[in-house]
């Protein structure tokens, strides 16, 4: 007998896909769960990869081990290379063969990637933070460029080596900011013999008047304080001009330095131009209240991809937990047309505050009616975080990590396994 059920096909394994297939777990549907990756990360967390405080394995899971007891649900490892509307199928490249898919519904989740505002060539020296790859690179890089400056014979390449450009001061530029001023200053400093890591330099470089500017402007200044007392050095009203393999330039300033990340801005995926939709300056699809897409039926497309307005009239926000509650949203829509029950009241996003955390002790925190910052704001920060990793085991990981490195200042994700280490190798023995 054919099987009559509905298929829902997800294309995401991020907070608003899973959110989405959490939403239709109790419904009598076939799940299709496509991503390129096969495990859950937990981005907000990522930075603390990128400068050794925590390992990839404590802030993701696999895929298919969340949905293992879900028998509804079919994970499927490949990458999504364009849609047919009119036919519902969606096409995947699994790294042998191209397939095809059917669905009776879509909901597209693929997030976002690193927007270098017209310059591409730039991500090869300035690399930004969005995958576990990204992640390892840059401790990689990080890490190197100490051991660079142990072995450096002048004091312009050590110097060089010891300089640390962040371009962007929202949440993952800060928070990046004065996590590598803490690993140099304390984590590293009596680690090396013919350097003080402790001289590092760390700028941060923002085009704007402020860092944090989705912040009430009290805690954007309170956030700037704490970087500099960390030691960073904050350029405000300052625009990148010209990025090389080692150095930026930035207004008039060419700024050597071994160690260059973006956190400057992002772009949606390309699910826009599967659908051949109408985006927004960003390329993110032009959404109906519902996050359904106009001429495309049974489509959704949520989190970093869509652009919406919500019903009291505030555009939802990039981030993880708007990226939840529309996958919980068009869950409900999904059921409700299954069911051929009226649909839900138009989205609305509720805002739950806002956090940023600045090295080990700092941190702020916005929940509109009152606000934190200092050491009550970090705490709160961590707890919110471990609160919604994704397993237990994450969270008892991630605990015992954040308070052995509390009381101790030591990390141990200090590891150079990759390129970076291949590359100074072959230098140093004359080959390329």
């Given amino acids: 007998m054919e099987n009559k059920r509905p298929v829902i096909v997800i294309v995401g394994a991020g907070f608003g896909g899973l959110a989405a297939a959490n939403a239709l777990a109790g419904e009598a549907v076939d799940i299709v769960l496509i991503d390129r990756r096969n495990h859950h990360l937990f981005q907000p967390l990522l930075y603390q990869v990128a400068t050794a405080w925590l390992s990839p394995a404590e802030i993701a899971a696999p895929v298919r081990s969340i949905f293992s007891t879900r028998k509804n649900v079919v994970v499927i490892l490949g990458s999504v290379t364009g849609v047919d509307a009119t036919a519902r199928t969606v096409r995947i490249d699994d790294g042998l063969r191209q397939i095809e898919q059917r669905y009776d519904f879509l909901v597209l989740a693929t997030g976002a990637r690193h927007d270098y505002f017209g310059n591409s060539h730039w991500e090869a020296f300035a690399p930004g933070l969005k995958t576990i790859e990204d992640a390892i690179a840059i401790r990689e890089r990080l890490l190197m460029s100490f051991e660079r400056a142990e072995m450096s014979t002048s004091d312009d390449e050590r110097n060089a080596n010891l300089t640390i450009v962040i371009v962007g001061g929202g949440p993952t530029g800060v928070e990046l900011a004065g996590s590598i001023a803490e690993l140099a200053r304390a984590a590293l400093a009596k680690d090396f013999r013919h350097i003080d890591p402790r001289l590092a330099r760390v700028l941060l470089i923002e085009a704007g008047p402020r860092i944090l500017p989705s ?31 080692n150095s930026v330039t930035a207004g008039d300033e060419r700024i050597a330095a071994a160690t260059i990340m973006w956190a400057a801005g992002v772009k949606a995926s390309p699910a826009a131009a599967w659908l051949d939709m109408k985006t927004d300056r960003a390329g993110r699809v032009m959404v109906e209240p519902d996050f359904s897409v106009p001429g495309c039926s049974g489509v959704f497309v949520i989190g970093d ?60 925190a916005d929940f509109g009616w009152i606000s934190f910052r200092g050491p009550i704001a970090w705490w709160l920060w961590g707890i919110v975080h471990i609160y919604f990793l994704i397993d237990f085991r ?18 141990g994700a200090r590891l150079i396994t990759g390129d970076e280490q291949r590359k100074s190798v072959d230098t140093e023995n004359g080959t390329r």
């Avoid at 805690?219 to 393999?245: F, I, P, Q």
């Avoid at 409700?336 to 839900?344: D, E, N, R, V």
């Avoid at 994450?394 to 990390?411: A, C, D, E, H, P």
């Fill in 215 to 245: 912040f009430p402007e009290t805690l954007s200044a309170a956030a700037k304080r704490s970087l500099e007392r960390l030691g960073v050095t904050v350029n405000l009203n300052c625009r990148v001009t010209a990025c090389e393999a």
């Fill in 305 to 364: 991809t869509a652009t919406l307005t919500d019903a009291g009239g505030r555009l939802v926000p990039g981030v993880a937990p708007a990226a939840k509650q529309a996958g919980r949203y068009v869950g409900q829509v999904i059921a409700t047309l299954i069911k051929g029950h009226a649909k839900p009241a138009p989205f609305r996003y509720r805002d739950y505050g806002n956090m940023a955390t600045i090295g080990r002790r700092a941190g702020i």
């Fill in 394 to 411: 994450s969270r008892m990981t991630v605990s015992i990590n954040w308070l052995w490195s509390f009381l101790t200042y030591k990390r």
